[in-house]
């Protein structure tokens, strides 16, 4: 005989429906405000947009495999869908942290080389390899050096062009450290020239934005190129 905890036990939880009932009854709450989980979701994303933009990933994902022509009841498809979600979210929508700076008269540059970081190209959603050299002249403080390396996650939101994120992650460092000069430079490797059209297994792409006194100042632009050439990587 089953124990009254057990008879009046369900079918396991659905969180993502769990989510939505509970948003449908914030809805039902006039005048209360709506935070945005700003540490959870870029740009004040709330967490309704975000459960939206999962459902759909989810659903395109299960027409394109229809499309593909494969049988999205074999065990090895039946859950592709859930997981690509995820890993748009990890991609995408991962937590944001601080960006942390620290009182320091050091006026030289700083530079962190050769960090790696992937998104996707907007044309064909195929992964794009990046190797980022990003650096800055320091105006009275410095930024953590593992937070000058996650900027890039601020700005890769969603697909980007190599040379849009270039541009957006050089301004964001130029204003985040007082706006004496910045620089970054972009090694990309796309798998959409790799895998498909040219087919070209070697190739890669180089991007660079300078501002401030790195742009200006022929010297210190001499400096920060040589200082902060990306290298290939295995």
């Known amino acids: 005989?089953?124990?009254?905890?057990?008879?009046?036990?369900?079918?396991?939880?659905?969180?993502?429906?769990?989510?939505?009932?509970?948003?449908?009854?914030?809805?039902?709450?006039?005048?209360?405000?709506?935070?945005?989980?700003?540490?959870?979701?870029?740009?004040?994303?709330?967490?309704?947009?975000?459960?939206?933009?999962?459902?759909l990933i989810i659903r395109g994902t299960q027409l394109i495999l229809e499309g593909i022509g494969v049988d999205i009841t074999d065990r090895n498809f039946a859950d592709t869908p859930r997981r690509y979600a995820n890993f748009i979210s990890e991609l995408f929508w991962g937590p944001r942290p601080a960006i942390t700076a620290f009182p320091e008269t050091h006026d030289q540059m700083v530079i962190v080389r050769n960090h790696e970081a992937w998104t996707l190209c907007p044309h064909h959603l195929l992964p794009v390899r990046l190797v980022i050299s990003i650096g800055y002249i320091p105006k009275g403080s410095v930024l953590g050096l593992s937070k000058l390396a996650r900027l890039f996650d601020d700005i890769n939101t969603q697909p980007l062009m190599q040379e849009t994120a270039v541009d957006k992650l050089c301004t964001r460092l130029y204003h985040e450290t007082g706006e004496m000069g910045a620089g970054v430079i972009m090694k990309g490797e796309h798998l959409c020239m790799r895998m498909r059209g040219i087919k070209s297994s070697h190739s890669e792409a180089i991007t660079s934005k300078l501002m401030g006194v790195l742009r200006e100042n022929p010297q210190a632009r001499t400096e920060f190129l040589a200082l902060a050439a990306v290298h290939s990587q295995p």
Do not use: F, V
Request: glycine content about 4%; charged content about 30%.
């Open 1 to 55: 005989m089953k124990s009254p905890d057990e008879q009046t036990m369900g079918p396991p939880m659905d969180e993502d429906a769990i989510a939505r009932d509970l948003l449908n009854c914030i809805d039902d709450l006039q005048g209360l405000p709506k935070k945005p989980a700003s540490h959870l979701y870029p740009d004040n994303t709330s967490i309704r947009s975000h459960i939206h933009r999962r459902d």
